[in-house]
């Protein structure tokens, strides 16, 4: 079962169907009625070229995001702390 909210998936080993009425998402809160069957997406054509050149390009992204997240910490850090001694300079 899958949570409809934030897409938790249930997999202990007491059958969801035996839970009490009671039971809710552990991430968000959701209650049991919210939660529906698990169906993975798999594309029929999962392994063709072009499928997996979308992966690749995907990936590729996912990486430079990666990258660039540390720079946009370190600018929100500098970025606070300049508000920082602003504040504290003018009050």
């Keep these: ?5 934030c897409r938790y998936i ?5 059958p969801f169907d035996k839970l ?6 552990p991430v968000c809160g959701a ?5 529906k069957p698990y ?3 798999v ?12 992966r690749k390009e995907q990936l590729k992204k996912d990486e430079a995001i990666g990258q ?5 910490i370190a600018v929100g850090i500098l ?3 300049g508000l920082f001694f602003y504040l504290n300079s003018v009050y």
């Design 39 to 41: 169906e993975p997406k």
């Design 20 to 25: 009490p009425d009671k039971y809710f998402c």
């Design 1 to 5: 079962m899958c949570c409809s909210f």
């Design 68 to 72: 660039a997240l540390p720079i946009g």
């Design 31 to 35: 209650p049991k009625r919210r939660f």
């Design 79 to 81: 970025a606070l702390a």
């Design 10 to 14: 249930y997999s202990d080993r007491t």
């Design 43 to 54: 594309a029929k054509n999962a392994n063709a070229t072009d499928a997996r050149k979308a």
